[in-house]
């Protein structure tokens, strides 16, 4: 299983607001190291939308916010549209093993 | 601007070894902080970091998977190359390499190839 575990999936209507958990430890979350997020949306390659836990990179709508606390992280998204349909993962560094590690993903459903 | 594309067989038998070049531009491999990293991902399943190298030729390899990886640098070619040993049914999936400048997410990716282990 993944280091960073996350919701295998969420879902809301559109217009509302969700959020998606990165769950890890005092390896990696823990330990200080910042949380990146993707967006992956199905036969296409991630895109990064969050870095550093809480940056969104130019051109990635203010709708996406990212936060940190402790040994999580949160992912949110608000007025949710249905192009936002797809795979999240979050991503970090575990000073155990010494690389980058990524949460399992979580599908999101705009229903 | 900035671009990676991928490039390798398609189809590999069990035991074979693996060979992806990731060929990039719009920057450099000697910028200071600049990393090259190769992740994967099964068909349906999440993505797996497999191997990185850093401007300044340091590696570092999944620890499940160390004994089978080598990642190599050619930077007067612009590219990295990935090999993976003793390939197995079980490494059937889409082959990403991306770049990370200072480790603050990896912010350009490449296509994506997809790689069939099968006899």
């Known amino acids: 299983q993944s280091v960073l575990t996350q919701p295998p999936s969420v879902s809301g209507a559109p217009g509302q607001r969700v959020t998606i958990s990165c769950s890890g430890s005092?390896?990696?979350?823990?330990?200080?190291?910042?949380v990146n997020w993707y967006q992956q949306i199905p036969g296409t390659a991630p895109k990064l939308l969050i870095y550093?836990?809480?940056n969104r990179p130019s051109g990635v709508p203010d709708r996406f916010s990212g936060s940190k606390s402790g040994t999580s992280a949160s992912l949110a998204i608000t007025g949710l549209q249905g192009e936002d349909e797809a795979d999240y993962y979050c991503q970090s560094y575990d000073i155990s093993l010494s690389v980058e590690v990524f949460g399992g993903g979580t599908k999101l459903t705009v229903l | 601007q900035v671009t990676l594309t991928e490039s390798g067989p398609a189809l590999v038998k069990p035991t074979q070894t693996l060979t992806l070049t990731c060929r990039f531009s719009g920057f450099s491999l000697r910028t200071s902080g600049m990393r090259m990293i190769w992740i994967r991902q099964p068909p349906g399943k999440a993505l797996e970091w497999l191997a990185r190298v850093d401007w300044d030729d340091a590696k570092f390899y999944s620890t499940s998977l160390e004994t089978r990886l080598t990642i190599s640098k050619d930077t007067s070619k612009n590219q990295v190359v990935l090999t993976m040993t003793n390939m197995h049914p079980a490494d059937t999936g889409t082959y990403y390499c991306a770049r990370t400048p200072n480790l603050s997410g990896f912010d350009y990716w490449g296509q994506g190839i997809l790689v069939t282990v099968s006899s």
């Open positions: 550093d836990n809480k």
């Open positions: 005092t390896s990696n979350i823990g330990a200080g190291y910042d």
